[in-house]
């Protein structure tokens, strides 16, 4: 049995080996989510540095092109940590990128065990790192939470695997399910929190999509005004080439099918869509199964007619958030 304790309360839970391990892994979690909208095209990372059962240290990856997780947790440590246990929830790096390889300072610190959750998929590292790290003797644990740890990088994965984006849809609808009016007039379905919340999500994403219709009807601006936070890329979807006003900070794409849409995006390392219509440019997502996530915020007045929302597509039950 190991004691963790929380000094402020002077609380001390008593946990097996294997608890201990789940709960400075959560911890890693919690730390790592702390860098969602700034680290892509990289992962989410936190890290915990633990010896004789007192937390030495604690990091995350703050930024892209920022230090990883483990470098600041190590950096940061003002106690000596040589033979601590370094938790981490992704495989430390073993290349040169923007920052030097994480698993030799973690060998030249001395560290004795690294407990780890997911594998890096980035072909640059793929094992690499945990390779560097049993040579130097360094005793590792693999795949502690895994699932938990896809869950939250799941956008880094997807990109990774699929090699597109993660892909949220996007839309409001009336209380009866339509996305607009019948008649041409200005129309605001959401509720001031839904917007608020809508403007939240756009800062932990990375690119934001409409087709030109939504360009030429409603010249919306797609900025997360309401909120502080990042703006998402623009881009707009105009197959004909309508559309002659387009500002030089969206991506206007020409591009005749998804397909090449995906691609131009993964190039540009965009890790995370959200598409926010129309209903050609959603039905078309739909239709060819491109989407992980589906956000509806639900009005509360009834359009009676008008263009009808999407059917909600199949999905996971925890992927599909219905905001009333
Ligand atoms: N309630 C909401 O959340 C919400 C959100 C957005 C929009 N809206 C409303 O939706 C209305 C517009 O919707 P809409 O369905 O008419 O148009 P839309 O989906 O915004 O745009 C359709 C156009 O996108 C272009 N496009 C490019 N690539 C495409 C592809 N792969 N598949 C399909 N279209 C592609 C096509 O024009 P080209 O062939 O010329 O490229 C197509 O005509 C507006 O009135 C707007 O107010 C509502």
Redesign the pocket.
Known sequence: MSKYEINVVNLQIEMTPKETDIFYMRRCFQLASCGMGRTAPNPLVGCVIVKDGKVLSEGFHQQYGGFHAERNAILKSKLDIQNSDLYVNLEPCSHYGKTPPCADLIVEKGIRRVVCCNDDPNPLVAGNGFAKLEAAGIEVEHHLLEDEGRELNRRFFTFMEKRRPYIIL????SADGY??PAERRD?W?SSAFQTRMSHRLRTTEAAIL??????I??H?QLTPRLVAGRQPLRVV??????LHDVSADWLHLG?Q??DD?MGVLFDRKIQSLIV?????????FIAEGLYDEVVV?RGNTNYGCG?K?PAVPLIAPNRLHIIY
């Open positions: 996007k839309w409001a609808e996305m607009a129309y379905i409409v087709g030109s219709q939504t360009f009807d409603d919306p979807l105009d197959r004909r080439g309508r591009c099918s998804l849409v926010e219509g129309g209903r050609q440019v959603l039905d078309a915020f263009l929302a």
